[in-house]
């Protein structure tokens, strides 16, 4: 992964973050727990998937699939 592709990662992670703590009302540790363990996060590292190149809707809709349903959309 490039620095460039590592930047929006680390972006988009962040604002994944505020908006878990925002809808679920959880505190910083929890929401970052249920990102990083989350499989959402795992395809958003991978370089292959595309996906850090997605906004924030369009990901938070998966990772908030993957916490309600226990599966990626």
């Known amino acids: 992964m490039?620095?460039?592709e590592?930047?929006?990662v680390e972006l988009l992670s962040n604002?994944?973050?505020?908006?878990?703590?925002?809808?679920?009302?959880?505190d910083i540790q929890k929401a970052m727990d249920v990102l990083y363990n989350s499989e959402t996060f795992s395809?958003?590292?991978?370089?292959?998937s595309?996906?850090?190149?997605?906004?924030?809707?369009?990901?938070?809709?998966?990772?908030k699939s993957e916490i309600e349903t226990g599966q990626m959309a």
């Open 43 to 48: 395809k958003l590292e991978d370089p292959r």
């Open 6 to 8: 590592r930047f929006l």
């Open 50 to 63: 595309g996906l850090y190149y997605q906004g924030l809707p369009y990901v938070y809709s998966y990772l």
């Open 2 to 4: 490039t620095k460039d």
């Open 15 to 26: 604002e994944l973050v505020e908006q878990l703590m925002k809808d679920y009302a959880w």
